[in-house]
C-alpha cells in the first residue's frame, strides 16, 4: 500500500510562488510515476504535471508549462511542485498521485492508483 501526504499549500499573492511537497510511505516509491492534479470549486479536477520514476521524464498541462515544475528525490521518497508566476486561476486543492505506468498518468482517475488528500492553495489577485 502506498500513503501521499501532500504540504506546502497557503495563500500567496499573484506573482508569488509556492513549493508543494508530496511525501510518500512504502518500498515502491522509486518505481512509481508521479503526478499532481488539482481541483478549483465548481470544476472537475484536472492534470498539472507529472514525473516518470527516474525523473529523467515529465509531462505538464499546457496552463502551467514555464511557470510550475516537477521534481522527485527518491532517497526521501518525496515529489515536489515548485510554482511560479502564480495566477489566480491557479487556486484550487492539490492532489498528489501515484501510478505504475507514467504514460496513462495525466488521464488517472480517482479510482486508479494512489491519491493524497489534498492541499489548498490560494492565490490572491
Known amino acids: 500500500q502506498v500513503q501521499l501526504v501532500e504540504s506546502g499549500g497557503g495563500l500567496v499573492q499573484a506573482g508569488g510562488s509556492l513549493r508543494l511537497s508530496c511525501a510518500t510511505s512504502g518500498r515502491t516509491f522509486s518505481i512509481l510515476a508521479m503526478g499532481w492534479f488539482r481541483q478549483a470549486p465548481g470544476k472537475e479536477r484536472q492534470f498539472v504535471a507529472a514525473i516518470n520514476w527516474s525523473g529523467g521524464s515529465t509531462n505538464y498541462a499546457d496552463s502551467v508549462k514555464g511557470r510550475f515544475t516537477i521534481s522527485r528525490d527518491n532517497g526521501k521518497n518525496t515529489v515536489y511542485l515548485q510554482m511560479n508566476t502564480l495566477k489566480p486561476e491557479d487556486t484550487a486543492v492539490y492532489y498528489c498521485?501515484?501510478?505504475?505506468?507514467?504514460?496513462?498518468?495525466?488521464?488517472?482517475?480517482?479510482?486508479?492508483?494512489?491519491w493524497g488528500q489534498g492541499t489548498q492553495v490560494t492565490v490572491s489577485s
Open positions: 498521485a501515484a501510478d505504475r505506468q507514467f504514460s496513462s498518468i495525466a488521464t488517472m482517475t480517482s479510482k486508479d492508483g494512489y
